[in-house]
């Protein structure tokens, strides 16, 4: 049981450059979702699912596009990267689809810098 | 839009104190999170909490709905605690979206 899986742990992107970071999550969780962490700023979501099929926007959305053609994967592209997206995303998912009655489960996080 | 805030937001303890860190929030809210995270970046749950009191191990977390405040206390502390410990409340009207505080880094001394 690997939990929630991020790849890759870091990468370096120039501006303009597109890419995806991937989460895949192996519990048959209902909700997933991608934050980004900032220096001085609490996590801030970018966008969330509450099952395959069904994506929303979060606080940050702009700049990012997710799908969730399956319950396992959740993946997260950025169509034309900006310095302003460096930071540290982190996926996380529950078992039901609010954010109520059940924790959080956080993959490892993915340090992305753009140059 | 839920306003979160922890206090302190840095705290450096001895080896055995009890710590208390703090989280307010200006939207009432039926749910509350805690977590943990490493010195190494990895995020971990701690409680999900909607009343009263949870205990786990060393660990305790209280919510008041009326005043919209949670307290996370450690007793006991132990190096091995050193992290910042981050509150997350829903975002007013959401149930899908929470917003998380800025984060309260603890340092225990051995």
């Known amino acids: 049981n690997a939990g929630v899986t991020q790849t890759p742990k870091f990468q370096v992107l120039k501006t303009g450059q597109s890419m995806t970071l991937q989460c895949a999550q192996d519990?048959?969780?209902?909700?997933m979702s991608w934050y980004r962490q900032d220096p001085g700023m609490g996590l801030r979501l970018i966008h969330y699912?509450?099952?395959?099929?069904?994506?929303d926007q979060g606080e940050v959305p702009n700049g990012y596009n997710v799908s969730r053609s399956t319950t396992e994967d959740f993946p997260l592209r950025l169509l034309s990267a900006a310095p302003s997206q460096t930071s540290v995303y982190f996926c996380?998912?529950?078992?039901?689809?609010?954010?109520?009655?059940?924790?959080?489960?956080f993959g490892n996080g993915t340090r992305l810098t753009v140059t | 839009k839920n306003e979160v805030e922890q206090s302190p937001q840095n705290l450096t303890a001895q080896e055995g104190e009890f710590i208390t860190i703090n989280c307010s929030y200006s939207?009432?809210?039926?749910?509350l999170h805690w977590l943990q995270q490493h010195p190494g970046g990895g995020i971990v749950s701690l409680f999900m909490?909607?009343?009263g009191k949870k205990k786990h191990g060393r660990l305790i977390a209280t919510i008041n709905i009326q005043e919209k405040h949670s307290s996370l206390h450690i007793t006991a502390s132990h190096p091995r605690d050193s992290a910042v410990y981050i509150c997350?409340?829903?975002?007013?009207?959401?149930?899908?979206?929470?917003?998380f505080g800025k984060g309260t880094l603890l340092t225990v001394n051995p």
């Open positions: 939207v009432g809210i039926s749910a």
């Open positions: 519990m048959n969780h209902e909700y």
């Open positions: 909490l909607s009343s």
């Open positions: 699912s509450v099952g395959a099929g069904i994506t």
């Open positions: 996380a998912s529950k078992p039901d689809g609010t954010i109520y009655n059940s924790p959080l489960h």
């Open positions: 997350a409340v829903p975002q007013g009207g959401s149930n899908y979206k929470l917003t």
